[in-house]
Structure formats: structure tokens, C-alpha cells
């Protein structure tokens, strides 16, 4: 599963350990039996992507314990993977009323602040989320939100200060990215170089890489990292497990590394795959309605 998670799109990257990070204090406590049976059913759910039957099991985690906080943080990150932002930055907000889990309910109502395109917001839920406890990922998303606002000085200060404090793979690759949009190529390779030697399955590094050497017009280099990405993507595809859904960003970022390699019709192939998965997906949110 670590291996996966380089693989999937960045902001799965940044989220689907988020279920775990929770620790049950009930558990310890030895409080509502039934309430933490209901919670640690909906968290199973959560890891494998049954998002309908999450919410269903933590509504009756809350149903069961109105103070319950854990069950409010994990039914509002199953809220915000169904796409229901209003309903999850609800359930994110009353869990800070509990004064429980105060850095993952900032983090994740920054998370949804950001998919709803209110980059103040989610800066400031990101910031509040680092006052009370420092997280590399949050720091991260915090930094690409600010270089998204056009503040690099800030997004750099960001990066910087993670890969001095703990270097990973994600902080090399997004700070490469950043030096790749600025034009510092040198830059850029160091750190695609540095994410890829740190984690070698990371596919999306290799695409950036790949745009790299393209800029620099080393298209032996171009090609073969682009083949490296399309492996991986295809080993995460056939080894996934869960809601097929989660897949449409891989089968949309192989169909276009296929493209950056002549391959149409590959490419279009994948394409229709995570188009059926959104249409799926449209039609059982209709069937909701």
C-alpha cells in the first residue's frame, strides 16, 4: 500500500492516510461501546472507498453519542471524498466546537475550503492547523495554496522549511514542480532527482522529470521517463482494490503520458475508462436525489 500512494494523484497522495491518523481515545477510555463499535465500521468503509456505507455507519456513531468527535471528523472526510463540501466543512466545524482533534479538523475543512476555490479559507485552516500541530503534508498543501495565490516568496519559505525539518518525496517533487513553472530547470531536476532516488515508484515525479528533459532536449531521457511513469500507473491499476473511482486520475494521467508518447489510441482508451467511472458516478448521485 506504501507504494501506492506515490502513484495515485497528489491529492490522494495527501489524503487517503488521513482515516488513520485518528486516534480512538474512546477506545482507551473504554466509553459507548456501541457508538466506537459503529466508528471503527465506518473507518473500514473509509479505507476502502464504500463512502455511502461510512457516513451510514458514523451517522449512527453520532446518532449514538452526539459528542462523539472522532465520528464527526471521519463522516466529514467521507463527506468531502462524496463531494458534499458544505456537508463535510459542517461536520469539520462542529468537531472544533468538541475540542477534539483541533489540527485534523482545520487540516481537512482547509482541504474542502480548497476544492470549493476558497484559497483564504483553506490557508488560514491550514495555518490554525499547524499552530497546533506541525504536519508536513499540511505545511505542503499550504505552500502550493500560496504559490497558487502568486505568493512564492511564502510557498517557497513553506517548502524549504519542510525538507529542512524532515525531507520526503512530496516536498522534493511539489518544490520541483515550483521551480519548473519558475523556468529553474537546474533546480527542478535536483529535486525530481531527489523525490525519484527517495521513492522510485512515484510516478508523477517521473513525469515532471520527463517535462524536464523535454525543456532541456533530451528526448532519450523524455521518453524514458514517461515509460517508467505508464508501468507504474498500470501496476497501481491492476493491484487497486478499492472503489474503482479513485482510479480516474491515474486512468486520466496515463491516457496522458500515452499521449506524450504517440500512443492515441491507449490514450483513448483510458479516457472512456474514467469518463464510464464519472458517468457511474453521476448516476448514482442522481439515484440520491
Partial sequence: ????????????????LLASRFVTWDAVKGENREALAHVQEGTQFLRTWHLPQAI??????????TRYAEA?????????????YEAAIADYTRTLTLNRYHADAYASRGDTYRMLGDAQRAIADYTASLAKRWDAAVMLKRGT?????HNPSAAFADYDAIIRRRPRPQAYYIRGNAYLNAGKLKLALADMNHAIAMEPRFAYAYIRRARIHARRGQQALEKSDYTEAIKLFSEAIQSWRGDARALIPVYYWRAFT????????????????????????????????
Fill in 56 to 65: 451510514a455507519a458514523f451517522t449512527q456513531a453520532i446518532e449514538s453519542d
Fill in 72 to 84: 464527526y471528523v471521519k463522516r466529514g472526510l467521507a463527506y468531502h471524498r462524496s463531494a458534499q
Fill in 145 to 149: 495554496l500560496y504559490q497558487e495565490s
Fill in 258 to 289: 500515452y499521449q506524450k508518447l504517440d500512443e492515441i489510441d491507449k490514450a483513448q482508451d483510458d479516457v472512456e475508462t474514467a469518463n464510464k467511472q464519472i458517468f457511474i458516478f453521476f448516476l448514482e448521485k442522481l439515484k440520491n436525489l
Fill in 1 to 16: 500500500m506504501r507504494a501506492l500512494i506515490y502513484i495515485m494523484t497528489p491529492v490522494i497522495i495527501l489524503t487517503v
